[in-house]
């Protein structure tokens, strides 16, 4: 969360009257058939992975939104905080505590201050959504995601003043989650077991990008840490749900 305020061608000569002709010829029916493959294999994608292209698609098009409805587009590149989707999307606490508008608990997470701000955030949802959909299931990973974009905005409401937009307290509640799933199968399957090592690399990588709050100007670390508390307790949530209707070995 962050406090708002040419391409060439290549052409391919064929010599017909060369030896290797049939060979090459064959070439647009391989290409074709390749496409047809990628072309299946990123639907396949898309069918088991819905959640994660949903929230990617979401944020994506809610910035394009934001943009468009900002009042010049030549400077919404690098702030589009006063787009009245932005303001009517973004986290503020007059908004949320006197008003009544509690939607923006939820959509905090899904508008964005700036092209950088969206597009540094969209690559942490490719690089986590996709991860955490296939581990923990759609279901699982789509209600964390926006249960912890939740509890992130109001841990701010109730320790900042600011406005504030983001996704990343969405994405410190993934990290959260996947730290205590793996600390907790350590704690089940030994101190020396690779579960203990993910984890701990897990905590170093959300501590260092907590620790860049309190350096860098206008992130919102009271919305991280609420994420990545209220993560950490989806992930124990469902690690005891699954143990628990788990399968047990008969003796």
Known sequence: MASSGSGGR????????????????????????TARELHARAAHQLRHLRASTCIVATTIGTYAMQALTSPSLRTAIWDVSSSP???????????????????????????????PHVLMNVYGMLRLCPYMERRHGTPTMALTYVATGA??????????????????????????????????AARRHGAGHEHAEHA???????????ALGLVIPGLDNAGHVGGTVSG????????ATAQRTAPRKLS
């Open 232 to 239: 950490a307790l989806c992930g124990w949530v469902a690690d």
């Open 151 to 184: 509890a992130a905005t109001l841990a701010s409401v109730c320790f900042s003043r600011a406005p504030a937009a983001g996704a990343s307290g969405a994405l410190f509640g993934l990290l959260g989650m996947e730290c205590a799933s793996e600390a907790l």
């Open 200 to 210: 701990m690399a897990i905590a170093r990588v959300t501590g260092f990008a907590l």
């Open 10 to 33: 290549v052409m391919a000569c064929v010599d017909l009257a060369s030896p290797n002709s049939k060979t090459m010829a064959s070439a647009p029916q391989q290409t074709h058939r």
């Open 85 to 115: 989707v932005t303001q009517l999307l973004c986290k503020s606490n007059k908004a949320i505590l006197r008003n009544g508008q509690w939607h923006r608990v939820v959509t905090c997470a899904f508008v964005h201050t700036s092209l």
